[in-house]
């Protein structure tokens, strides 16, 4: 019994297969204007209007489908373009860091040359830390004890006199700035030689002071002040002579008063330190 129902398939699809041979040798071995081609139009017609039909139909669902796969696409190339743009940000913020220390250890350098500060035994370091404050008066370092350095030893950086350390373990150490209510640092006139103290103006964190200027010195905006390398009648000098402090910005002369108020910005960016110098010798090996 089932031989003979394959048998009966397999004779069927012989003759399906001889008639269409038939049907496709004829289709085109004859002219435009035949039957066959005839029925072709005509069964063409019948069903162009319900495939179009289907086609509209179905356009809704089509659409809703492009829209889900044109999404997805979309949110990948989003996702791959931000990946993109958060790297070459990290790799743009490295490298304006990485500049921008270059620059700070060429000015060291400088300053250390034209100083003479490598007799002092200068040790490097980075700034790890600030303190949260609006004048930033205080900056921790990754150099300590273990490094030579010590409570008093002199700050700089290529710019000039940063501050003193005030506190230190094995491995780190406190700054505190000139810019700290508690500094004071003993300064000239680079140009005239007159004698004073720098000290901070309250909630000014660009302004110092050059304090006890009498009014007959002269004094004018754009000279320089240096540390003084020695003792005044208020301040012990911790600094070497000639690292430069700042530049005299204003003068304010009052009548009533026996001394001249004068403004002095400091040569160093204070919120912008990245490198740091501490001179470990400020003496220079001097006993």
Known sequence: MYDKSVRRRRAVLILLVVCSLILLTA?????PGSPLHSVQRGFLQVVSPIQEGASRALKPVRDLFGWFG?????????????????????????????????????????????????????VTARVITRS????????????????????????????????TVTAATSNSAIVTLITDHTSGVSAVVNETGVAGVVQPAVGKPDDLLLEYIRRGDRIEEGQTVVTAGSTSRRYESLFPPGIPVGVITKVDDEELDIYQRVHVRPFAQLRRLDVVQVLTDPNGGET
Do not use: C, H
């Open 132 to 163: 949260p404050t609006l004048w930033y008066s205080t900056v921790s370092i990754n150099k300590g004890t273990s490094d030579g350095v010590r409570v008093d030893q002199p700050v700089v950086n290529g710019d000039g006199l940063l501050g």
């Open 27 to 31: 289709y085109f071995g004859e002219s």
């Open 70 to 122: 044109d999404t997805l696409d979309a949110k990948e190339e989003r996702d791959r373009l931000r990946d993109e743009l958060e790297e070459a940000r990290r790799a743009a913020i490295a490298n304006a860091a990485a500049a921008r220390e270059a620059e700070q250890l060429r000015k060291l350098l400088g300053l250390d040359e034209r100083l003479g500060l490598e007799e002092m035994r200068p």
